[in-house]
């Protein structure tokens, strides 16, 4: 375990941590929603007449959607998707979304996001979602824990996940911290690797059927299988965080 943050350490040239702040992805992470987005995307998609699968959209989760939409369109017809395609698609799927969606907790969310509150770290919301049927419910069920400085959404941003510009208005929102001065907790591969580039350490959390390979092979420097993990194993790593110094 010390061996990932002192890699971290060392590759990204850091003397060492000096942790204020964890940002957080959204769905999946905080809010057991991913199935609903997945499903939501693919009928959207049927009904436009555009091939898909539901579970490649685990993978694009993070991308804002009309990214999200022109990458498909282009992919399945060869060309750009036009201003008028990503409205209406976006705007059915935000509807199926809205039918779909039942707003539950990741297990152990709300605790671990409770737990690094207490200890007097920043929480900042990072997602590439636009619909306030999830960004409204924040305030609802992280009371006091989330404020709304401390959201970046897709409308703060003008390149999604897996560009580094949502991370890096993560650590504006935080305070202008360092890169080395935070922790991202993510679950998406997009997501990881938009971190990744923002140079922050990040814990992959695999709360959907994405192999483990593929969350290390977008840069996560920790792999965990559930929010449970990273609840009981939050003190380890608060102990590296405060220790752990460039050789």
């Excluded at 890699?7 to 990204?12: A, I, K, Q, R, S």
């Excluded at 619909?131 to 400085?149: G, M, S, Y």
Aim: proline share 5%; aromatic share 12%; net charge negative.
């Amino acid at each position: 375990m010390e061996k990932a943050f002192n890699d971290y350490l060392v590759n990204n040239n850091y003397e060492h941590f000096d942790l204020k702040a964890v940002l957080f992805d959204m769905d999946g992470v905080l809010y057991d929603s991913m199935k609903y987005h997945a499903r939501s995307w693919h009928e959207t998609m049927n009904e436009f007449g555009i091939k898909t699968t539901p579970e490649e959209f685990y993978l694009y989760e993070g991308m804002v959607g009309r990214e999200t939409i022109n990458y498909i369109i282009k992919r399945e017809l060869g060309r750009e998707a036009t201003q008028n395609e990503k409205d209406k698609i976006y705007r059915r799927k935000t509807e199926l979304f809205g039918q779909y969606n039942k707003g539950e907790l990741i297990p152990y969310a709300y605790d671990f996001v409770e737990k690094i509150h207490n200890q007097g770290l920043k929480c900042v919301v990072v997602t590439g979602s636009g619909q306030p049927t999830l960004i409204n419910k924040l305030e609802q069920n992280f009371h006091n824990l989330f404020t709304k400085d401390k959201i970046v959404t897709a409308f703060d941003v003008k390149h999604g996940k897996p560009h580094p510009e949502p991370y890096l208005t993560g650590l504006q929102k935080a305070g202008n911290i360092e890169p080395y001065q935070a922790v991202v907790v993510e679950n998406a591969p997009r997501g990881i690797e938009a971190a990744v580039a923002a140079g922050i350490f990040t814990i992959a959390i695999n709360t959907g059927p994405i192999p483990d390979h593929v969350l290390w092979e977008s840069g996560a420097n920790i792999v965990l299988p559930s929010m449970e993990a990273l609840f009981n194993n939050w003190d380890r790593y608060s102990i590296e965080f405060t220790k752990n110094k460039m050789p």
